[in-house]
C-alpha cells in the first residue's frame, strides 16, 4: 500500500499543512545536534525534553530549526514542547491516526475550556481549546534516513483547516481526502500544523530512526495557563 502513495516534497505549509525544508542541517550541525541530545534517556520510545538548554542554540530563530519556526509563525514563535523519537529494532512501534491535542504548562490550574489533565515524564499536560493548537506547527528534524519502509511520517493533507475532530470522524477523513508520506534524509526539517491528522507505522525491517519533534507557539500563554517551555 504505501508503495503506492506520492511523495510530499510538494507539499506546502499553506495549503497542505505540511512542507519540506531538505538539508536545513549540514552534517556538522547534525553532528552536535546528536551530541547534545546524547545525555537523554536510553531505552524508551519517545523521550520528553524537560529542560532544553542544550537545544537552545538549534532553535532560537537565528539557527535553522528556529528560522522555520519563525518563517511560519513570525519572530515570536517558541519552542514550547520537544520530544526525541528513537526507532530501534527493539523499539519499534506504529501510531495510528489521530490529532495531538496537549499542551504542557508549568502547573494546574482549572480553567474553563481546559482539559483534560495528565501528567507524563513528570510534565503537566492538559488539552486546551483547540485554536490554540491550530495556532501551533511542529518541527521534525531527522537525524536518520527515512524512506517508505523507515517509519515515515504520515499526513492527511488538508485535515488541519477542519478543527477538532471527533475520533469517530477520523478514518473517514483519511479515506476521503488520502494521506502522503514525509520522507526525509539525514538533516532534512518537516514543518507541519500541529493540529493535522497524522500517523505513522513501525520500520520494516526494523532500523533506528531518530527525530527531534518540537512544538512553537507564538502566543505569549495559553490563554490563562503558562508554557512549560524548555
Known amino acids: 500500500m504505501l508503495g503506492t502513495l506520492c511523495r ?135 537525524l536518520d534516513p527515512v524512506d517508505e519502509t523507515n517509519a515515515p511520517l504520515r499526513i492527511v493533507p488538508g485535515s488541519h483547516r477542519l478543527g477538532r475532530l471527533p475520533e469517530a470522524e477520523i478514518e473517514r477523513v483519511v479515506a476521503t481526502f488520502g494521506e502522503r508520506l514525509c520522507l526525509a534524509e539525514r538533516g532534512d526539517v518537516w514543518l507541519y500544523a500541529t493540529s493535522i491528522i497524522h500517523a505513522s507505522l513501525a520500520a520494516n525491517p526494523p532500523r533506528r530512526r531518530r527525530v527531534l519533534q518540537v512544538d512553537f507557539s507564538a502566543d505569549a500563554s495559553p490563554g490563562p495557563l503558562a508554557w512549560r517551555g524548555l
Open 8 to 142: 510530499s516534497a510538494d507539499l506546502t505549509l499553506n495549503n497542505d499543512g505540511a512542507q519540506l525544508f531538505a538539508q536545513a542541517l549540514d552534517e556538522a550541525a547534525c553532528g552536535c545536534l546528536e551530541t547534545a541530545l546524547s545525555a537523554l534517556p536510553a531505552r524508551r520510545p519517545g523521550v520528553r525534553i524537560e529542560e532544553g538548554r542544550q537545544l537552545q542554540s538549534f532553535l532560537n530563530r537565528a539557527e535553522p530549526i528556529g528560522a522555520i519556526a519563525a518563517s511560519a509563525l513570525g519572530d515570536q514563535a517558541r519552542p514550547v514542547r520537544a520530544i526525541l523519537f528513537d526507532k530501534t529494532a527493539e523499539r519499534n512501534w506504529a501510531l495510528g491516526w489521530h490529532q495531538d491535542r496537549t499542551i504542557v504548562v508549568k502547573e494546574r490550574v482549572n480553567t474553563d475550556g481546559y482539559g483534560p489533565w495528565t501528567v507524563k515524564s513528570g510534565l503537566i499536560q492538559v488539552e486546551p481549546p483547540f485554536e490554540i493548537l491550530e495556532r501551533m506547527v511542529t518541527l521534525r528534524v531527522h
